[in-house]
T-cell receptor, first 114, second 106 residues
Framework: NAGVMQNPRHLVRRRGQEARLRCSPMKGHSHVYWYRQLPEEGLKFMVYLQKENIIDESGMPKERFSAEFPKEGPSILRIQQVVRGDSAAYFC????????????FGEGSRLTVL | KNEVEQSPQNLTAQEGEFITINCSYSVGISALHWLQQHPGGGIVSLFMLSSGKKKHGRLIATINIQEKHSSLHITASHPRDSAVYICAVSNNDMRFGAGTRLTVKP
């Protein structure tokens, strides 16, 4: 049973480009979470999705950021028109049981905006 | 005031020492998580607690729901335990503590 898979592990984008980060949860997990860790800062919650539904997006910036978890395929975190302040590590975690379930983390995707 | 407070921020110990990291929170929760982040950046979930006490090897985690407080203990600490330990509380969202940077010296 493979763990949570995130790709790409490293992504470099120029200002104004789009970044797409992918997260494949563990088999059988229908709950996916995205978190962001800015350089030298702590983790911050972004969004919680459960197959095809956004359950809580209270941590998502209001503009340029979107997330989806389609019926088939990985969850996608999309950042449009990236700016330097978007440079961060983006972590995905999956859970079999939602808020009361154990979390399993991916290795993270490190976005650098030039 | 942060909703999740951890102490201490930094902790240096000698190999073999007993270590305690504390976490207090001020919101209602579905569960509390203890996470470990290694220097390379990867994150591992150590414990998920909603009540009582759990033990994995040399690690013990406790939670007191009435007092909104949790502790992570490491017995017989080892240099490989050096990492950042993060307390987090979950509902649909998740609130994180700032982390405790632990260094265990041989």
């Amino acid at each position: 049973n493979a763990g949570v898979m995130q790709n790409p592990r490293h992504l470099v984008r120029r200002r104004g480009q789009e970044a797409r980060l992918r997260c494949s949860p563990m088999k059988g997990h229908s709950h996916v979470y995205w978190y962001r860790q800015l350089p030298e800062e702590g983790l911050k919650f972004m969004v919680y999705l459960q197959k095809e539904n956004i359950i809580d997006e209270s941590g998502m910036p209001k503009e340029r950021f979107s997330a989806e978890f389609p019926k088939e395929g990985p969850s996608i975190l999309r950042i449009q028109q990236v700016v330097r302040g978007d440079s961060a590590a983006y972590f995905c975690a999956s859970s079999p049981d939602g808020p009361t379930g154990e979390l399993f983390f991916g290795e993270g995707s490190r976005l650098t905006v030039l | 005031k942060n909703e999740v407070e951890q102490s201490p921020q930094n902790l240096t110990a000698q190999e073999g020492e007993f270590i305690t990291i504390n976490c207090s929170y001020s919101v209602g929760i579905s569960a509390l998580h203890w996470l470990q982040q290694h220097p390379g950046g990867g994150i591992v979930s150590l414990f998920m607690l909603s009540s009582g006490k759990k033990k994995h090897g040399r690690l013990i985690a406790t939670i007191n729901i009435q007092e909104k407080h949790s502790s992570l203990h490491i017995t017989a600490s080892h240099p490989r335990d050096s990492a950042v330990y993060i307390c987090a509380v979950s509902n649909n969202d998740m609130r994180f503590g700032a982390g405790t940077r632990l260094t265990v010296k041989p």
